[in-house]
């Protein structure tokens, strides 16, 4: 008993000190929320979309340059092909509005936005997902298992993932939905008792991203880019879904 004890003592406090003291450890070349400069052009859009994995990522209209966040991989390719592209370190991508997830050459300043609806905010000290992969590669997957070890530790929070939809908030999709995964997603999704939220984690369950995209059951209360979106995006995202602070 008394070697655990000093065991323990030895080892010290393991969790990281996001989001509660600091901003995240992003590695540097951590690719953010895109940046589209002012002068963009639609030669500038034709040219990046020659090397973009999901070309419908990239547009151009009279509003101007627009890269949909909702189908990007994040791999920087168009950032290597133009200049006039950038990836910040701004890792704060959850929003609550699909329209949301379309950045614009005339967007100068980003606040993420703040929940306002009293059924998310009734969850801000418990929050219970129930997690469905539908045919994602692992990587959503991974990235958001990695939320429950020490490290991450959202359980101080009171985000679970639980084993039960009967117990769950929220559904947390990930992958593309295929085909032979649309009738388990559909009944989960309908097991879960109301009220009752969908979180589309990933390109894959937002769009479909680089893949053919299934049937939604609901439309998403949360949306999570990125592919696969990082730990500390996810938490984030989380938090701030259910009436938490903006991260730093
Ligand atoms: S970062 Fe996004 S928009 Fe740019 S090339 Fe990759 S997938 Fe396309
Ligand atoms: S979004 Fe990317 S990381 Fe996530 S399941 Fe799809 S391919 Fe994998």
Not at 146 to 169: E, K, Q, Y
Not at 176 to 187: E, R, V, Y
Request: proline fraction near 8%; charged fraction near 25%; aromatic fraction near 10%.
């Amino acid at each position: 008993m008394l070697k655990a004890f000093f065991a323990r003592l030895k080892q010290g406090y393991k969790t990281g000190t996001f989001p509660t003291k600091t901003g995240p450890n992003l590695p540097p070349d951590f690719r953010g929320r895109p940046q589209l400069d002012d002068d963009m052009t639609g030669d500038d859009i034709a040219k990046m979309k020659k090397v973009c994995p999901v070309p419908r990522a990239l547009s151009y209209d009279f509003e101007g340059a627009k890269l949909d966040m909702g189908y990007c991989t994040f791999c920087g390719r168009c950032a290597e092909v133009c200049e006039k592209m950038h990836f910040t370190k701004e890792y704060r991508l959850g929003v609550f509005k699909r329209e949301d997830l379309v950045v614009k050459s005339t967007d100068h300043d980003y606040e993420p936005p703040v929940q306002t609806d009293p059924q998310a905010l009734a969850l801000k000290h418990t929050f219970q997902l129930r997690e469905v992969s539908a045919g994602g590669c692992a990587g959503c997957e991974l990235d958001a298992n990695v939320l429950g070890t020490l490290a991450w530790d959202m359980g101080r929070f009171g985000i679970r993932f639980v084993a039960s939809p009967r117990h769950a908030d929220a559904i947390y999709l990930t992958g593309p939905i295929s085909k032979n995964m649309q009738l388990a997603l559909d009944k989960t999704y309908a097991a879960a008792p109301e009220p009752k939220f969908l979180i589309a984690a990933g390109a894959c369950a937002i769009t479909g991203g680089l893949y053919k995209h299934g049937h939604l059951p609901a439309t998403p209360a949360l949306y999570i880019p990125g592919c696969p979106p990082h730990p500390a995006t996810t938490l984030e995202a989380l938090l701030r879904f259910t009436g938490h602070a903006a991260g730093k």
